[in-house]
């Protein structure tokens, strides 16, 4: 079953925009992680936020988690054609053995 | 390129053919995952290892699909005779997994069309 449910399905952007992705998630997490698929192609971590945390940075990406709310946002700032791909969130649920759960995804897509 | 690689990358096979899958992990990682996605979803969880030893299996593991990891390196998934619903991409993915950090690095993936 999937847990985590990605918010919109599928974002279209212009070059340069910010794009913002959500994910909601039903139980409670030892830590929540966002992955990049291009089409066709294997799963790439991007950012892992532990369920203590409230916000993390990487590079061009901002994650912040709300866990009282059992959401997660991932902003991807001055975007670029490169970011079009499938994004998706990843619980790895408390008390389970550190299997991830993925919602759907997100499917962006970045105009030049 | 993550580190993780796997064997095949297409396989075409006919319904009730048995086919096999292998994965190469990061070598230092002592978890493998398996998981299958099918279009416009995201992955689900199938079993994984830590080393040799094979800790959980979903329910969407059936009898028809067995997994090894026989010394703790690479690993094979193996489907008895696929149905047309086997259809789908499987992938593997390793991690370092430390129970504070489950980072997982996954493979290319294994697109699977059963005729």
């Known amino acids: 079953s999937q847990q985590g449910e990605e918010d919109p399905q599928a974002l279209s952007i212009q070059e340069g925009e910010n794009a913002t992705m959500n994910c909601s998630y039903k139980t409670s997490i030892n830590n929540l992680q966002w992955y990049r698929q291009n089409s066709g192609r294997g799963l790439v971590h991007l950012i892992l936020?532990?369920?203590?945390?409230r916000e993390k940075h990487s590079g061009r990406l901002r994650v912040t988690l709300d866990t009282s709310k059992k959401s997660s946002s991932l902003l991807i700032t001055a975007s670029r054609a490169a970011d079009t791909a499938s994004y998706f969130c990843a619980t790895d649920a408390a008390g389970s053995q550190g299997n991830l759960i993925f919602g759907k995804g997100t499917k962006l897509s970045v105009k030049p | 390129d993550t580190g993780v690689s796997q064997d095949p990358r297409h396989k075409i096979t006919k319904r009730g053919q048995n086919v096999t899958f292998r994965c190469d992990p990061i070598s230092e990682h002592n978890r493998l995952y398996w998981y299958r996605q099918t279009l416009g979803q995201g992955p689900e969880f199938l079993t994984y290892?830590?080393?040799?030893?094979?800790?959980?299996k979903s329910r969407l593991l059936s009898d028809r699909f067995s997994a090894e990891r026989p010394k703790g390196s690479f690993s094979t998934l193996e489907i008895q005779r696929t149905e047309q619903g086997d259809s789908a991409m499987y992938l593997c993915?390793?991690?370092?997994?430390?129970?504070?950090?489950?980072?997982?690095?996954f493979g290319p993936g294994t697109r699977l069309t059963v005729l």
């Open positions: 936020i532990r369920s203590n945390e």
């Open positions: 993915a390793s991690s370092p997994w430390t129970g504070d950090n489950n980072e997982q690095f």
């Open positions: 290892f830590q080393n040799e030893a094979q800790l959980e």
